[in-house]
């Protein structure tokens, strides 16, 4: 599975849109790009996923670029329950030939919403 | 809203104690995974069965960590004896299956292990 690269740590105002960055520049055609969040002593839980397409469902938006080396998590308008640890993970799903169900999570960025 | 299942939530030990971890998936999911989390770290797999089986336990220390799920539901994770470099969150997590679509993993609450 590619490797990604995230910021340690952004702030953004409640309300504001949250726009969390991602680098995937070693990405292969059949990896999807995984975004979870884990919210101070919680366990992870599930945000959004997408292959080449932009997503958008209840929680976020996902923005891929073209060459599929960078993608964009979009909280729309960010409230203090946003405040949490977010992962991007890249991998191949098991129905495409991935070896196991396994999420390998780098260290992800800490998002600070502020009043 | 069903949910992963851990207990105890905090348990603090001396080392070279025994411990265990309990984890109950939602009903339904055949696969279950544990993660180990330490502190300002990503979570780590451990073990992952699918059904009763272990199907990843390539980063499991095998010498001091076991874990089981004897019959295919709830699922015991061990440590004997703790040292105190495995201070750190315990998660289970558990997906429907292994294949088919894209298998959002739900997270447990976690267990939170301090040994002394």
């Known amino acids: 599975d590619a490797k990604t690269t995230q910021p340690p740590s952004m702030d953004c105002a409640e309300g504001r849109a949250a726009n969390l960055p991602c680098n995937h520049s070693?990405?292969?055609?059949?990896?999807?790009v995984y975004w979870y969040r884990q919210i101070h002593s919680q366990g992870p839980q599930y945000i959004i996923h997408?292959?080449?397409n932009n997503e958008t469902n209840e929680m976020a938006s996902l923005i891929i670029t073209e060459d599929r080396k960078s993608s964009t998590l979009i909280l729309p308008h960010a409230t203090l329950r946003d405040t949490a640890v977010y992962y991007c993970?890249?991998?191949?799903?098991?129905?495409?030939?991935?070896?196991?169900?396994?999420?390998?999570f780098g260290t992800g960025t800490l998002l600070a919403v502020q009043p | 809203e069903a949910e992963v299942a851990q207990s105890p939530r905090y348990k603090i030990t001396e080392k070279s104690q025994a411990v265990a971890f309990w984890c109950d998936p939602i009903?339904?999911?055949?696969?279950l995974y544990w993660y180990r989390q330490i502190l300002g770290q990503g979570p780590e797999l451990l073990v992952q069965?699918?059904?009763?089986?272990?199907?990843?336990d390539s980063q499991l220390p095998k010498d001091r960590f076991s874990a089981e799920r004897l019959k295919g539901v709830d699922s015991t994770l061990k440590i004997q004896p703790a040292e105190l470099g495995d201070s750190a969150m315990y998660l289970c997590?558990?997906?429907?299956?292994?294949?088919?679509?894209?298998?959002?993993?739900?997270f447990g609450p976690g267990t939170r292990l301090t040994v002394l």
């Open positions: 997590a558990s997906s429907y299956i292994a294949g088919g679509n894209h298998n959002e993993q739900f």
């Open positions: 070693t990405i292969s055609g059949n990896e999807y």
């Open positions: 997408g292959l080449k």
């Open positions: 993970i890249v991998r191949v799903p098991p129905y495409y030939g991935g070896a196991t169900n396994k999420l390998i």
């Open positions: 009903s339904g999911h055949a696969t």
């Open positions: 069965f699918q059904d009763e089986s272990v199907v990843d």
